[in-house]
């Protein structure tokens, strides 16, 4: 999908492939690639956006789980068609389409956070509050993603902070926030 980022990675001459987080799936044919070198270890690493989506039945959940995917996923591919947007060259739109698709999926919503454990600081802290959680969840969970992206991997979170105010209260194409009724 618009969120899977497949990597070869090559050593001196050798190819290792390294699974991408949907490898049960079918490999598509068309994707958007780039290289990037470390000097220090000879590795060049070639990195894939695959412009499809796809879900694979053995990561998710839940049928919820699974709108949230898809939501996450065309959240990706609106901000491809609707902008320049180059996530693999430009960390900035990787960090921003990032903060859109956790924001607008739902992905940070209570009940998901409760889940996944990370509520428990926030009832107790004075330095995290109920109604800040939500961007504190995506500001978390859109870092991971960016950390992800070799180019991007080393200042991830500067990234995410740079984009987070101007992408958390971009709606598009919702004409508000999905989850909010």
């Known amino acids: 999908g618009f969120g899977v980022i ?6 001196q001459q ?8 949907s490898s049960p799936c079918p490999k598509p044919t068309t994707s ?17 956006l695959i412009p499809e989506i796809f879900l694979c039945q053995n990561h998710i959940r839940s049928e919820e789980h699974a709108h949230q995917s898809m939501v996450h996923e065309l959240i990706h591919a609106v901000d491809a068609c609707r902008t320049k947007m180059d996530p693999l060259h430009n960390c900035i739109h990787a ?10 999926s739902g992905e940070c ?8 454990g990370n509520v428990g600081g926030m009832l107790t802290s004075k330095s995290s509050s109920f109604v800040k959680h939500g961007q504190e ?11 992800a992206i070799p180019n991007c991997r080393e200042r991830a979170e ?6 987070f105010e101007r992408c958390y209260e971009d709606t598009f194409p919702f004409d508000r926030h999905p989850n909010l009724r």
């Not at 050798?14 to 987080?21: E, H, L, V």
């Not at 919503?109 to 996944?116: D, H, K, M, S, T």
């Open 32 to 48: 958007t690639t780039t290289t990037t070198a470390s000097s220090s270890d000879h590795i060049n690493t070639q990195v894939r």
């Open 6 to 11: 497949a990597q070869e990675v090559h050593k």
């Open 158 to 163: 500067e990234y995410v902070d740079a984009a």
């Open 14 to 21: 050798q190819q290792k492939k390294i699974a991408s987080p």
């Open 109 to 116: 919503g209570f009940l998901q956070e409760y889940w996944r």
């Open 137 to 147: 969840c995506v500001k978390r969970r859109a870092g991971l993603s960016v950390r």
């Open 95 to 104: 960090a921003c389409t990032e903060i859109r698709a956790e924001n607008l």
